[in-house]
């Protein structure tokens, strides 16, 4: 009788909270992403944490702090892996910003408390700011972008703004300048793009033609490029990990965008010491034939650290 009676008031305060029962059913994940330890925050950052047993679905939360309210900017979930999610929407609004994950079922519906919250601030304007794709986004193998030890940045002892974004080829990145790079308002803009262009058939005409382009844009905002050459690819190891690649031939078009590189006024030989003695991405530097893993990113950051502090 007395379970009866109580009955109605543990229904309202289960409706009341949500399913009080289910919210509480996994402990808050892990955070593994490390923005704030980093000189800047990525402008795409990849949110990355423990998952835990028996889970599938996560939430991340990203809020702006404002003097009056927080303000919830942005709401993901991931849907590609169980431990991170990238986010496709660039931070350009200066501020501070935290994020914090829940476990969720297919239903988005919460199955644990948030996380603890990790901070991050967008400054802008900044000295140097790296445009890319993948090898400068970040990331290797089973490690995610937003960690220290997967971005060649980690490497430099100049603080690097992080502007790239994985998958990006010449004119993508083009078509995006304006909104990316302009908000930062960089003295020195790293260009490291035309390894997706050549992968997927482009001719070296169609990239220098677009990093041309990226050049006209640089001076004429007051911005100083820097070129990175492009690095080598290892195709047969791509073909093993599934990543596409043409059959046309890449090593030239390489050559001939490098050679192009090589007659600007800066330009930084970042492949050099990444390939073998046949022209290829060194296999003992790669895991999947595409990206420098962690000492393939440290040669990098370490060569490009040495020219910047050189040179300006």
Request: aromatic share 12%.
């Amino acid at each position: 009788m007395k379970f009866k009676k109580f009955l109605p008031l543990m229904l309202a305060t289960c409706l009341l909270f949500g399913g009080c029962v289910e919210a509480k059913k996994f402990s808050p994940p892990l955070l593994t992403a490390e923005f704030e330890q980093m000189s800047f925050a990525p402008l795409y950052p990849t949110y990355s944490w423990e998952p835990l047993p028996k889970t599938e679905f996560y939430m991340v939360q990203v809020v702006k702090v404002e003097e009056a309210r927080d303000k919830i900017v942005r709401e993901l979930f991931n849907s590609e892996t169980f431990n991170r999610v990238t986010d496709w929407s660039p931070f350009t609004e200066a501020g501070e910003y935290y994020w914090q994950v829940c476990v969720v079922d297919k239903n988005h519906k919460p199955l644990s408390d948030w996380s603890e919250k990790k901070f991050f601030n967008v400054t802008t304007p900044v000295r140097f700011a790296v445009l890319g794709d993948s090898i400068s986004h970040g990331g290797a193998a089973y490690i995610p972008a937003g960690q220290l030890s997967c971005q060649w940045e980690t490497y430099c002892d100049v603080p690097i703004k992080n502007l790239a974004r994985s998958g990006d080829t010449t004119q993508m990145m083009l078509d995006r300048f304006d909104n990316d790079v302009l908000a930062f308002k960089p003295q020195i803009l790293i260009i490291m793009a035309g390894v997706n262009d050549i992968r997927l058939g482009a001719t070296s005409d169609s990239v220098i033609k677009n990093l041309e382009a990226l050049r006209g844009k640089c001076l004429a905002n007051n911005i100083t490029p820097v070129f990175c050459m492009i690095t080598s690819m290892n195709p047969e190891i791509m073909k093993l990990r599934g990543i596409p690649i043409t059959d046309g031939d890449w090593r030239e078009a390489r050559e001939q965008i490098n050679f192009w590189i090589m007659k600007t006024p800066y330009f930084i030989d970042v492949a050099e010491n990444l390939t073998d003695d046949f022209g290829y991405l060194r296999a003992d530097l790669t895991p999947d034939g595409l990206h420098p893993a962690l000492r393939g990113k440290k040669i990098i950051g370490e060569t490009i650290s040495n020219y910047l502090k050189q040179n300006f």
